[in-house]
């Protein structure tokens, strides 16, 4: 008698750098992906700089891990910079987070990922840039844009630290992404945590679910510590970003809305 053996299949950890998604040498990004997810969540995580420095390795392991344990592909980009000498501005900086997006948006089933479920998150500059791409409604794509899509499909913000684009925060409408937000009383000059109150303010009153952490003692971008640290992070805002990756990712629950908690980590 046969005895036929069949291999067992197991889930695969990949990632595929420096994807190009337009014709810069810095519109590349990184794409991280477990083989037997389908029709996953996508996470973009957006790095920080002042807009003149930082990379895609902003997506250290830690947040790669935290974001595939809630079953996430993760896309880390980076972007054009401001440099002396050239004639990049901050807005060409969010245009290519928006092209990055659309992309993936077109190409999401070769990483089983759902192209209509996209979390947009980054610190400091990064945190400004996560803001734009799911808050602006409509963008001017330039010709060297591979997708020019009518939308972002944008499900849900996190910010750390992050500066709030005017354009934003005064557009925000009943149906816009739920936010998440982390500050820290040390704050830099340009990351006050005024902004936060402002934001959360407008979110409100536009009946947008948000949340807002306030960290003592803390200095700038202390969500990278408090939160995506695995073995610093503080299980409060842990288990409220928990909730609010289910909510944005999955539809599940329903976490208390409009927060605002000050934590002593």
């Not at 794509?141 to 500066?163: E, R, T």
Request: proline share 6%.
């Amino acid at each position: 008698m046969a005895i036929l053996l069949h291999p067992i299949l197991r889930a695969e950890q990949k990632v595929e750098s420096n994807v190009s998604y337009g014709p810069h040498s810095r519109n590349v990004m990184d794409i991280y992906w477990d083989t037997e997810k389908k029709n996953a969540p996508i996470v973009f995580t957006i790095h920080g700089g002042g807009f003149k420095n930082g990379s895609k390795s902003y997506c250290n392991p830690d947040m790669q891990k935290l974001y595939r344990d809630k079953g996430c592909v993760i896309v880390s980009p980076n972007y054009r910079l401001l440099k002396e000498g050239t004639d990049v501005e901050i807005k060409d900086c969010a245009t290519d987070c928006a092209m990055a997006v659309a992309w993936m948006q077109a190409n999401a089933a070769k990483y089983g990922g759902d192209p209509k479920r996209i979390v947009a998150t980054g610190g400091s500059a990064g945190g400004y840039l996560s803001a734009a791409i799911a808050y602006r409604k409509n963008w001017d794509w330039p010709g060297f844009a591979k997708h020019k899509p009518k939308q972002l499909n944008i499900v849900g913000w996190y910010g750390d630290s992050p500066a709030i684009p005017a354009a934003a925060k005064n557009s925000l409408r009943k149906n816009d992404p739920p936010a998440f937000m982390i500050y820290g009383q040390r704050e830099h000059p340009k990351t006050p945590a005024k902004l936060g109150h402002d934001m959360q303010a407008r979110l409100k009153e536009a009946g947008i679910w948000n949340s807002f952490f306030y960290i003592e003692k803390a200095g700038h971008v202390p969500g990278k510590r408090i939160l995506i640290n695995a073995k610093q992070r503080n299980a409060e805002v842990f288990k409220a970003f928990d909730k609010f990756l289910d909510l944005v990712c999955y539809g599940k629950g329903k976490p208390a809305s409009g927060q605002f908690r000050k934590i002593k980590p």
